[in-house]
């Protein structure tokens, strides 16, 4: 009797987590990569941490949110100061400060609607204190939210796009 429980129990397990719908080979709605002009960086330094979201539907993107946040490794290092001390948007007309809640939490940094296809990207200064100690990487991951003008929504979760990182030396 107990070998015919844990069987079924398993079973069931199986048939509930064996039989999810498999990922459509569609593409993400919205596409978010990063980029840095600079891979090494040391104390005083600068680096400039870009990030360019691709609308991949047939539809605007209305409104997107997005943070950026340290890794966990970054935050157990003491010796490490930094700040992002500037934020901008690059635009047709040429690059325009970020108008949101902060260099952390873009809000709708992403300037107006995104049509299909087209990209828009925000960049970030990263400020590395002259008394800063640099003995490794600096990493940072993402989290976004974007709405279309079709009313669906896309959430990045956090997005671990490849890690971001700076190499402090």
Do not use: H
Not at 46 to 62: A, E, G, I, P, R
Not at 86 to 104: F, H, I, Q
Not at 128 to 155: H, K, L, P, Q, V
């Amino acid at each position: 009797m107990r070998r015919l429980g844990l069987s079924a129990v398993l079973g069931l397990l199986l048939a509930v987590f064996g039989l999810a719908p498999s990922a459509s080979a569609d593409p993400a709605p919205a596409a978010l990569t990063f980029t840095a002009d600079s891979a090494t960086t040391t104390p005083g330094g600068t680096v400039q941490l870009s990030m360019t979201l691709t609308n991949n539907k047939t539809y605007d993107v209305l409104f997107v949110y997005q943070t950026i946040e340290p890794t966990w490794l970054t935050t157990q290092r003491p010796d490490l100061k930094y700040s992002f001390t500037g934020c901008t948007l690059a635009t047709a007309a040429g690059s325009t400060p970020c108008a949101g809640t902060g260099p952390s939490n873009l809000g709708q940094n992403y300037g107006a609607t995104i049509p299909p296809g087209q990209s828009r990207t925000v960049t970030l200064t990263l400020q590395i204190a002259a008394d800063s100690g640099c003995n490794g990487n600096i990493g940072f991951y993402s989290y976004y939210y974007a709405e279309f003008s079709d009313a669906t929504n896309a959430s990045g979760g956090p997005v671990f796009t490849p890690e971001t990182r700076v190499l402090c030396a």
